[in-house]
């Protein structure tokens, strides 16, 4: 009997997380949390009970993407990595890197390209777009630290050709560890210039 429930549970949770990928992919909602609850609604299945974690929702968007878009997709992956190497290649003196759903492969046509960049303060940043002629916008973002500490970080969102791109600056000696990602809890899977090079080269 018990293995029944766990295989009802399990099942619930599957469903959960592809109906949220579905809403993340289709309205592009970024918020995993929120997603989640929409599905279960969606379902009608309590959100009290045991609901799939970010990084199966992660799974679960790949996967949708995989069966849905397909080709369109993968040329969509490919156009917002070669717009973060153009973003990087100006932002270089920031020692830039590629975080988020454009690196994971995840991203969708309502996804922005994610950078990390180190400066001595986020004004040095905002010149440096100043003087490249690029519009902006300020933003802040809430991050964990490794000791799961929220930290606030300034950053800058702007459009580079037809993508958006947002980078948070950090402090110059941040680049050496990387914030808790919100999707599996662990240090944010960070790339520079070279690595995405070779993710272009493999695709």
């Known amino acids: 009997m018990a293995r029944k429930n766990s295989n009802g549970s399990g099942r619930a949770r599957l469903m959960v997380a592809q109906e949220a990928a579905r809403i993340i992919v289709d309205h592009g909602i970024r918020d995993f949390s929120l997603a989640k609850k929409k599905a279960a609604d969606r379902l009608g299945l309590s959100t009290r009970g045991s609901l ?5 929702i992660e799974q679960a968007v790949s996967e949708h993407l ?3 878009a397909g080709e369109s997709h993968a040329q969509l992956l ?4 070669q717009a973060a190497l153009s973003a990087m290649d100006m932002l270089a003196p920031f020692t830039p890197r590629l975080v988020g759903p454009v690196l994971a492969g995840t991203a969708d046509a309502n996804a922005a390209v994610n950078l990390h960049v180190f400066a001595d303060s986020p004004e040095a940043v905002a010149f440096s777009l100043d003087e490249s002629n690029v519009s902006y916008r300020p933003y802040e973002r809430r991050l964990k630290s490794r000791r799961d500490r929220a930290e606030t970080y300034a950053g800058f969102e702007f459009h580079h050709g037809d993508v958006s791109v947002q980078a948070t600056v950090f402090p110059v000696d941040g680049i050496r560890q990387a914030p808790i990602s919100p999707v599996d809890g662990r240090p944010m899977r960070r790339a520079d210039e070279k690595a995405v090079k070779k993710l272009l080269e493999r695709s």
Request: net charge positive; charged share 25%.
């Open 52 to 56: 799939p974690g970010n990084a199966e």
């Open 78 to 81: 490919r156009s917002m990595r």
């Open 66 to 68: 995989q069966l849905f």
